[in-house]
C-alpha cells in the first residue's frame, strides 16, 4: 500500500505538470497578439491559432490584420475558407518581411471592396543595387504569397495589389471570381508570377496599371476567362516583361470593348523590352476586334499627322500558338518587333495585322489551315502591313488566306522587303502592293492549286486601283 500511494502521488504531481505547461501556451488575460506570437515563435504559428475561425462565414478580418501588425513575418493558412470584408494591409516598412503562405486548401473569400491583399512598400528607385535603400533589404524585400485561393465575393473585390514593393513573389496562387487578379500600381521592382491560376475574373487577370515597373516576369500560369484582357498594360514605364511557358485564354468579353490575351496598350506611357515565348495564346473569336496580343504604341505619326517619337518596341514573340480570335497578332505604332517561330491559325479577320510600324520583322512562322480542326473553312487567315516602313518578311509559310485581296498585302508602305516566303492557295493575289515604295520581292514560291483558281503571284496597283505590274502565277502539272 505505501508503495501504491506513492505513484499515485507522483502521477497527480505529474498531471498538474502537463497542466501548467499546457496552460502557459494558452492565451492569458489581456495579453496582447503580439506577447503570444513571442511565447509561441519558433512552433507551428498558424492564423486559426489568434482568433480566425476559417469557416466561411465569420469575418476574420481583424485577426488576420491584428497578427499582419504583430511582425509575425509568415502568416500560415491551414485547410479552411477565410472571409475578409476589408483589404488585409501589409505596410512593410512597418511589420517587416510577410509571407502568407498554404498549400493549396485555403482560400481568403474577399467580401469587400478593393484588393484581398495590399502590400505596400516605400521603394522609389529603380532595380539598381544602387538606389535600394537599407530598409528595403532589412524589412521589406521580397513579400510571398504561395499556395493560397482567393476569391471574390464583391462586384470590386480585387485578389492582391502591389505599390512601391521590391521582389513580390506569387507562387501557386489561384485568384478567381475577382475583378482584377494582380494589380500593379504606382511603382514596384521585380515583380515574378509562377505557376499561379488566375481565372474567371471580371476585370484584368494581371494589370499593369499605369505603374513604373522594370523586370517582371509571368510563367507557367494559367491567365484565362479574364474578361478586360489576361495580362494588360495601360500607360505607365514598363519595361522587361517575360511571359514565358504560359495558358493564355479567352480573356475578352463577347459584350465588352475590344480587348486582348495580352494587351500593351502605351498610349500615355511608354513599353519596352518585352519577350513573349512558348505560350498557347488563344480564344474568343466572338469578342469585338478580340485579338491574342496587341501592342498600341503611338507610332511615328499621331493622328493629325504630326510626327512622333516611338514610345513603344524592342519586343520579341516567338515559339507560341495562336488561335481562334479575329486577329492574332495586332502591332500598331511599335518599333522593333521581331514575331518569329509561331504557329498561327483561325485568325477570323487577320494572322497578323501591322500599322503604322517599322522594323518590324516576320520570320519563319506557319500560317495555315489544319485539317485536324473541324471549322478549317472559317476566317481570312491574312497578312497585312499598312502604313509601314523599314520591315522584312523573311521565311513565312502561308496557307489558304480566302475572302480576301491577297495572301499578304503591303498597303502605303516604304522600303520593305519580302523574301524566302511560301504563299500557298490564298485567294486573289499571293502578295499585293498598293502604293508601295522601294519594296524588294525574290524567291517567293506561290502556288495555288484549287479547283479554278484564278489568283496572281504579285501585283502592284496604284492608288486608283491600276496595275502598275504583275507577276502571273506559275501552274504546275498537278495545278492543270
Keep these: 500500500m505505501p508503495n501504491l500511494s506513492r505513484l499515485t502521488l507522483l502521477a497527480v504531481v505529474g498531471a498538474a505538470l502537463v497542466l501548467a505547461v499546457v496552460s502557459a501556451d494558452d492565451p492569458q488575460p489581456g495579453e496582447s497578439v503580439a506577447t503570444r506570437v513571442t511565447k509561441k515563435r519558433g512552433s507551428f504559428l498558424t492564423v486559426l491559432d489568434f482568433g480566425a475561425k476559417g469557416d466561411g462565414t465569420a469575418d476574420d478580418t481583424a485577426a488576420i490584420q491584428e497578427l499582419i501588425n504583430a511582425k509575425v513575418g509568415s502568416l500560415r493558412f491551414p485547410a479552411g475558407s477565410y472571409r475578409i470584408t476589408k483589404p488585409l494591409i501589409v505596410d512593410l516598412d512597418k511589420v517587416g518581411f510577410t509571407s502568407f503562405v498554404a498549400d493549396g486548401s485555403a482560400r481568403l473569400v474577399n467580401a469587400g471592396a478593393g484588393p484581398a491583399i495590399r502590400f505596400v512598400g516605400t521603394h522609389a528607385g529603380s532595380a539598381d543595387p544602387g538606389t535600394m535603400k537599407p530598409e528595403i533589404w532589412e524589412r521589406q524585400r521580397m513579400p510571398v504569397v504561395e499556395g493560397l485561393a482567393i476569391s471574390g465575393d464583391h462586384p470590386e473585390a480585387d485578389g492582391i495589389e502591389a505599390n512601391g514593393t521590391v521582389q513580390l513573389t506569387l507562387r501557386g496562387v489561384h485568384i478567381r471570381k475577382c475583378r482584377h487578379g494582380v494589380h500593379l500600381v504606382n511603382r514596384n521592382r521585380n515583380v515574378l508570377i509562377d505557376g499561379c491560376h488566375i481565372y474567371e475574373n471580371s476585370g484584368c487577370g494581371v494589370f499593369y496599371d499605369h505603374v513604373d515597373l522594370h523586370q517582371s516576369n509571368i510563367s507557367a500560369s494559367h491567365i484565362s476567362y479574364c474578361r478586360a484582357g489576361g495580362v494588360v498594360v495601360r500607360g505607365g514605364n514598363v519595361r522587361n516583361i517575360h511571359i514565358a511557358g504560359c495558358d493564355i485564354e479567352a480573356n475578352m ?20 523590352e518585352v519577350a513573349i515565348t512558348g505560350c498557347t495564346i488563344q480564344h474568343t473569336k466572338d469578342a469585338p476586334d478580340s485579338a ?44 522593333g518587333v521581331t514575331v518569329t517561330g509561331n504557329t498561327f491559325w483561325q485568325g477570323y479577320e487577320h494572322n497578323l495585322l501591322v500599322e503604322d510600324s517599322s522594323h518590324v520583322v516576320v520570320g519563319a512562322n506557319v500560317m495555315e489551315r489544319n485539317p485536324l480542326y473541324g471549322y478549317t473553312s472559317e476566317g481570312k487567315c491574312g497578312v497585312v502591313f499598312r502604313g509601314c516602313k523599314d520591315s522584312s518578311i523573311t521565311g513565312l509559310h502561308l496557307h489558304n488566306v480566302i475572302d480576301s485581296p491577297a495572301g499578304i498585302v503591303m498597303d502605303k508602305c516604304h522600303r520593305m522587303h519580302l523574301t524566302g516566303c511560301t504563299i500557298l492557295d490564298c485567294d486573289n493575289v ?21 479547283q479554278g483558281a484564278r489568283s496572281v503571284a504579285i501585283r502592284a496597283i496604284d492608288a486608283s486601283g491600276k496595275v502598275l505590274k504583275e507577276v502571273p502565277l506559275s501552274r504546275d502539272k498537278e495545278a492543270e
Design 430 to 450: 499571293g502578295a499585293l502592293l498598293k502604293e508601295c515604295g522601294y519594296v524588294s520581292y525574290d524567291a517567293l514560291m506561290v502556288s495555288d492549286q484549287r
Design 292 to 335: 491574342n496580343i496587341r501592342i498600341l504604341g503611338r507610332g511615328f505619326m499621331d493622328r493629325r499627322g504630326q510626327r512622333m517619337p516611338f514610345n513603344c518596341g524592342n519586343v520579341t514573340i516567338g515559339d507560341n500558338v495562336l488561335s481562334d480570335v479575329q486577329t492574332n497578332i495586332h502591332l500598331s505604332g511599335v518599333r
Design 253 to 272: 468579353a463577347k459584350d465588352g470593348p475590344p480587348s486582348a490575351n495580352v494587351l500593351l496598350d502605351c498610349d500615355d506611357g511608354s513599353v519596352a
